[in-house]
């Protein structure tokens, strides 16, 4: 089975599960769930925003949300990494090595590449998805494409 149409056979499934569910979390565990179990990714999680209610001018930080795999960093600034950088750019980040990218931020060494997208809601981000692998080049517009149609159903 290719890789797309792994894709399209999981949407139906993550939809199937989420529907009807109204508590976020239980919504973004199971998705996680089914992404890390199908594709074998070496990490896949969410990332939450939380405002920063101090001081306006600074937008906050994400938080460490449900995932699969090993430990992960439980605070990402924004615009800091590729996660903090999805956030701040408001669109999908890919990065084929991320020992290329500037300012990743490490929370493995044994991460080779990435992929990030950002959820919304009322059009503003209050999520990420981050999933890593162990492997260089890993992520494509296939899975962005698909990622990011379900980043319309949560």
């Known amino acids: 089975m290719t890789k797309e149409e792994q894709y399209q056979s999981v949407l139906p499934q993550i939809k199937s599960l989420i529907s009807g569910e109204t508590d976020l979390i239980a919504n973004m565990a199971n998705m996680v769930a089914v992404l890390h179990e ?22 906050g930080e994400l938080v460490l949300g449900p ?3 090993p430990i992960a960093c439980t605070r990402i600034p924004y615009n800091k990494g590729v996660c903090g950088t999805a956030w701040a750019k408001q669109s999908t980040v890919v990065v084929p090595d991320v020992h290329l990218f500037p300012g990743h931020i490490a929370c493995s ?6 992929i990030v997208v950002p959820f919304f809601k009322d ?17 494509d ?10 980043a319309d159903s949560l």
């Open 123 to 139: 059009g503003q981000v209050f999520a990420v998805l981050d999933i890593d692998s162990a492997e260089l080049n890993t992520f």
């Open 67 to 69: 995932f699969q795999g």
């Open 38 to 59: 199908t594709f074998g990714f070496w990490w896949t999680g969410f990332y939450r925003v939380v405002p920063n209610t101090n001081d306006p001018v600074q937008p």
């Open 109 to 114: 060494s044994l991460s080779k590449s990435e």
């Open 141 to 150: 517009e296939i899975d962005q494409k698909y990622l990011e149609l379900l």
